[in-house]
């Protein structure tokens, strides 16, 4: 098709043929053709919208539901979204909302799902899906938490979020759930920091591993790991020749874990520290300084 220049320009020249006036009546009119052209297709794009519009708030929420429950959970999003955007103050923008969070949750998508869900609970507080968005927003941290030696920001993350869970909602059916994933995530840090003293023990820095083992016995001291850190504790004490203080934390290992898997390492340590205190007191010379060979390392 010609443009339109091309086309004017094909016109002849000759006032025999066609005025000044003539030829500025054939552009007027030409440009008018295309405005009107153009105008017939902008309303054809408005009535679209217009008829996408149109659509009940109930019908679309039903098919977002049927692409949901078909686990197409990609287009169910968008016809989720569309509600939210367009009908932002009906019975069923919450479910909506909500259902956002859902099918990003569900196709693995943590952290956009876990803002979907904090979108519901920051504009939607009261609505009834408010407690399910709230154990899903800690979950989606629980699902991000890595392995114990990396970084644990989402462990801590997850902690805190089942932990307002629980403020919110004591009473819920999933706070027992919530209860266990704390703990999960508490013994996941405390393993952490158990490492950590582990590894500077290995370096022969016992300032250092004292640090941390007693980081887990006053943090973390209902996971597995305080029971093995008492004892890495009087094992530490003993390295570093202070007798007493060994004397101390295997007393106290075997008050507080008389039933412990430990026992017999225990007992070992126990007569080692024993020995070293009978023979010379604090920092008796010619002594070693290696750990008794009965101190099992963890």
């Known amino acids: 098709m010609l443009r339109f220049n091309n086309w004017i320009q094909l016109l002849p ?43 009940p708030v109930e019908e679309r929420f039903a098919e977002a539901m049927q692409l949901f429950e078909d686990e197409d959970y990609l287009d169910a999003e968008k016809e989720f ?9 009906t019975i069923l923008a919450d479910d909506a909302q909500f259902h956002l969070g859902e099918c990003r949750y569900l196709y693995g998508d943590y952290i956009l799902a876990a803002y979907e869900y904090d979108v519901l609970l920051r504009t939607m507080p009261t609505s009834e899906f408010a407690s399910r968005a709230r154990f899903r927003k800690a979950d989606c941290y629980y699902n991000l938490s890595p392995e114990s030696y990396r970084d644990q920001d989402y462990t801590r993350k997850a902690i805190d979020e089942f932990q307002a869970f629980l403020e919110y ?37 016992y300032k250092a591993a004292l640090y941390y083992f007693e980081l887990v016995l006053e943090k973390y001291h209902d996971t597995p790991y305080a029971e093995l850190a008492q004892l890495k504790k009087a094992e530490v004490n003993f390295l570093r020749k202070r007798y007493s203080d060994a004397k101390t934390d295997i007393d106290l290992f075997f008050q507080r874990y008389p039933e412990s898997d430990s026992k017999a390492t225990a007992e070992k340590l126990r007569n080692d520290i024993t020995a070293q205190l009978s023979g010379g007191g604090e920092g008796a010379q010619g002594k070693s300084q290696a750990a008794p060979n009965s101190v099992k390392q963890f």
Do not use: W
């Open 81 to 89: 979204r569309v509600i939210t955007l367009q009908f932002p103050g």
């Open 169 to 205: 909602y004591p009473t819920d059916s999933l706070a027992g759930l919530a209860a266990n994933r704390i703990h999960e995530m508490n013994t996941k840090l405390a393993r952490k920091e158990y490492e950590n003293g582990e590894t500077y023990i290995k370096t022969n820095s």
């Open 13 to 55: 020249s000759n006032r025999s043929f066609m005025n000044k006036s003539q030829t500025m009546l054939v552009r007027n009119i030409s440009y008018s053709l295309l405005f009107v052209m153009f105008a017939m297709i902008l309303g054809a794009c408005g009535s679209s919208d217009e008829l996408v519009q149109q659509i």
